[in-house]
């Protein structure tokens, strides 16, 4: 038990109290410390009785004061200050196992931490924890939680997910909410698996639970080429995609009245499925589910035609530019009438909108953040780019410096000859890079 103290922030309660780097935590107020939940719970009193051993293996204590929540400034060799949770499932939409061989390491771990639900937003599916694990979440108070549901059914459950547990840790999900955990879930959505009677059960026992389930995000399975020896699956067809958007936005009627609170969504990608209008602004209330796709487009819509309004009351003259918007084929029409509006106001810019084939992962991913550096050089090799290639910033991994496919950005830059600007998905940053400001 305890872990290793990599080093001390300069100035922090623990660095003017003689707590060195090398030294094990062991305890907090006479609780063991295990990894960074125990850590961050512990640590936010004022008075902290904090138990150490150094590396000669003899313990001490250290009492100090600071002010409540005030970090301690203790750093460790991993952020979790433990082992990350791998998944113990074999789901038969799972996207990783649809992962071309030859890629980075890094894209074919499955996590299953409950720990990066709460610290990042990543999403668990609780068959990781025991009883214990439960207590200890409810204890701590560490809300909310997301969660991969993907049906309320617990044979369907434990037939998709493939773990004899996947059914028994729905309970987990009934003890959170209970306890005042609220969760956020997600249904990945498969035809002939979970849709139809199966999601009207699972929207049904999601709602028994209560206000404490904040949200519910309804997504379609994602499909690669690289499906040789896994389940057999398909993408929706467009009534298919309808049908789906008129059971979501029926319970979201429901939820609305019982709760106060819509609840349950369908992603973005239903309703171009399906060829129907995004839902209006208000629709997502406060978009709890940007991450998996819900109301994305909307907001972007929203923020952009803000963004134009500010920039004509305000009189701004861009100087004469081209530029180029790569994306995927959802975001495409939209893009496309977000470069029309700009040239309308703007003659002197230009921007042209590339759609960008998924030819790596396979045409049925449409996303633009699953396109590849590759596919970009190969589609808009010899074409007309301008002075710069706007990509979305979500195309690049976190650090912005490499595709999905190990590609840089630099090197597209090399083969296109010019610039490649990541953007964030905000409707402000998108309208400043399209006129260059």
């Given at each position: 038990m305890g872990v290793w103290i990599k080093q001390?922030?300069?100035?922090?309660?623990?660095?003017?109290?003689?707590?060195e780097a090398g030294e094990k935590l062991l305890e907090i107020n006479g609780h063991p410390i295990a990894d960074v939940l125990d850590y961050r719970f512990y640590m936010t009193e004022r008075r902290l009785r904090i138990l150490l051993q150094r590396a000669d293996g003899k313990e001490r204590m250290v009492r100090l004061r600071k002010d409540e929540y005030e970090d301690l400034g203790l750093e460790f060799e991993t952020y979790l200050m433990d082992k990350q949770m791998g998944c113990r499932n074999a789901c038969i939409f799972c996207f990783v196992d649809q992962m071309p061989p030859g890629m980075r390491k890094s894209l074919y771990f499955k996590d299953d931490d409950t720990r990066m639900s709460f610290l990042f937003g990543n999403y668990t599916?609780?068959?990781?924890?025991?009883?214990?694990?439960?207590?200890?979440?409810?204890?701590m108070h560490i809300s909310p939680i997301n969660i991969s549901v993907h049906t309320m059914n617990p044979e369907l459950r434990v037939q998709m997910m493939k773990n004899p547990f996947a059914g028994k840790a729905l309970d987990f999900i009934k003890m959170l909410t209970e306890g005042g955990i609220k969760v956020n879930t997600q249904i990945v959505l498969c035809p002939g698996y979970n849709d139809?009677?199966?999601?009207?059960?699972?929207l049904q026992e999601l709602a028994k639970l209560g206000p404490n389930v904040q949200s519910i995000a309804v997504v379609p399975v994602g499909l690669t080429k690289y499906r040789e020896g896994l389940t057999t699956l398909r993408g929706f067809f467009p009534q298919e995609a309808k049908e789906v958007l008129q059971t979501m936005e029926r319970w979201g009627d429901r939820f609305l009245k019982e709760y106060g609170a819509r609840t349950a969504y369908a992603s973005d990608e239903f309703y171009i499925l399906a060829e129907q209008p995004f839902p209006d602004y208000d629709f997502y209330e406060d978009f709890a589910q940007l991450e998996n796709g819900v109301g994305m487009m909307t907001?972007?819509?929203?923020?952009?035609?803000?963004?134009?309004?500010?920039?004509?009351?305000?009189?701004v003259q861009p100087a004469a530019r081209e530029a180029t918007i790569a994306t995927g084929v959802l975001a495409y029409p939209m893009m496309c009438d977000f470069a029309q509006r700009v040239q309308q106001h703007f003659p002197q810019v230009r921007v042209r909108v590339k759609k960008i084939?998924?030819?790596?992962?396979?045409?049925?991913?449409?996303?633009?953040?699953?396109?590849?550096?590759?596919?970009?050089?190969?589609?808009?090799?010899g074409e007309t780019v301008g002075q710069q290639l706007l990509i979305p910033a979500n195309m690049l991994r976190h650090e912005q410096d490499k595709f999905l496919d190990d590609v840089t950005p630099q090197q597209v830059?090399?083969?296109?000859?010019?610039?490649?600007?990541?953007?964030?998905?905000?409707?402000?940053?998108?309208?400043?890079a399209m006129l260059g400001m």
């Open positions: 001390v922030e300069s100035g922090s309660p623990a660095q003017r109290h003689g707590i599916t609780l068959t990781n924890l025991k009883e214990g694990d439960i207590r200890r979440i409810i204890k139809g009677e199966e999601l009207e059960y699972s907001l972007l819509q929203h923020d952009f035609a803000l963004a134009l309004q500010e920039a004509l009351a305000q009189g084939i998924n030819d790596f992962f396979g045409h049925t991913s449409t996303v633009a953040g699953l396109s590849t550096g590759q596919d970009l050089i190969a589609q808009l090799k830059e090399e083969a296109l000859g010019v610039p490649v600007v990541p953007v964030e998905n905000d409707g402000f940053a998108l309208l400043d």
